[in-house]
């Protein structure tokens, strides 16, 4: 008896997995993978791709000086057991180049230093990457595609308002965060201010390629960008705000002050990058963040070792601080440094 039902059995047994995870697929809080893609395609999206990174590059002869026969497409690597390949893109009108990685994903993010040429070029004496231009993104994870699609969207995308903007900069990939200031010189008049994918302040060539999308300056208000007919439109990126933090605390002895302040340091670092996540999100159309003292001071009493530890000071004042959002300016908050008493 157990021979003739047990294969039945079985596969009894796995249909009901089965049906099980069909149900947990068919709902956008528990679906995954292309399930969750299904989805947003029904509400008109798409899971962000991965992108790929720009970086600019010198490249010099035996003299030191500028190499002029670089052509687009030409190839370089970096230095390495497992080499990025990258292909000229642009030649920039300082005699530097702009290539962009031949593989997407963030890997591309953090080379900075020598490439050799893959394309043959008897005049290259010395290639170097000197700057990541436009850093790139990895592929949208399920968590962040299902926050999206699971997060009530009460605006229409309509004829320029904010959140056809939103929409514009969301389909442009090298933006990772974008603050809109409408009619912020009067009206027809908008400020984009954006960031990298990397959270960081864009560079002149990331403002240069969103300008041209958006608004190309040599036919500004014209329409011959995403922006309507009369907007125009101008793309910046916000200033740097340093943030010192002194804070004293109570250790358990345990821990060398070095290696508890290079913890502390780190621990706070990640406060600062939450806050950068949440830069671009509004209040009512009004942009605002505070970095707050208890919030630093409750991070470092989660930390082992940490005993105690005072109410720290900010810039050397025992206030909170209100970064500025408006029409001039526009901040975006970086930790300088920290420093620790015990």
């Known amino acids: 008896m157990y021979d003739a039902l047990a294969p039945a059995a079985h596969k009894l047994a796995e249909q009901q997995v089965d049906m099980a995870n069909l149900v947990k697929q ?50 370089f690597a970096s230095i390495g057991d497992e080499p990025i390949f990258y292909t000229v893109i642009a030649i920039n009108s300082d005699s530097s180049v702009l290539l962009q ?45 299902r926050s999206r699609l699971l997060s009530p969207n009460q605006y229409i995308n309509y004829g320029g308002n904010v959140n056809d903007y939103k929409a514009m900069l969301d389909n442009i990939k090298d933006v990772g965060a974008v603050q809109i200031y409408p009619a912020w010189q009067g009206g027809g008049t908008v400020k984009l201010v954006i960031l990298d994918n990397n959270l960081n302040p864009a ?77 671009d999100k509004d209040n009512n159309f009004k942009y605002e963040m505070t970095i707050y003292r208890s919030q630093i001071m409750a991070i470092v009493l989660q930390l082992e070792h940490v005993v105690n530890a005072e109410m720290p000071k900010v ?15 526009s901040q975006l908050p970086n930790l300088k440094d920290v420093m620790i008493d015990d």
């Open 101 to 145: 990685s031949e593989s997407v994903g963030s890997t591309a993010n953090s080379y900075i230093g020598q490439i050799q040429p893959a394309t043959p070029n008897d005049s290259i004496n010395w290639a170097e990457i000197t700057e990541i231009s436009v850093p790139a993104k990895d592929e949208e994870s399920d968590e962040s595609l």
């Open 315 to 329: 810039n050397n004042a025992d206030s909170d601080i209100d970064l500025v959002f408006n029409n001039e300016t």
């Open 203 to 279: 560079t002149s060539t990331l403002l240069n390629e969103v300008k041209v999308t958006v608004d190309p300056v040599t036919d500004s208000g014209l329409g011959y960008g995403l922006a309507p007919i009369g907007h125009q439109v101008t793309v910046t990126t916000p200033e740097l705000f340093d943030v010192n933090v002194n804070v004293k605390v109570t250790t358990d002895g345990k821990i060398g002050l070095d290696i508890l302040n290079n913890e502390i340091k780190s621990a706070i670092q990640n406060y600062f990058n939450d806050l950068r996540k949440k830069w």
């Open 26 to 75: 068919s709902h956008i809080a528990t679906a995954n993978s292309e399930f969750l893609d299904w989805f947003a395609q029904d509400k008109g999206t798409e899971r962000d791709v991965s992108t790929y990174a720009k970086v600019t590059a010198k490249v010099l002869d035996e003299n030191n000086n500028a190499v002029t026969n670089i052509d687009i497409g030409d190839r």
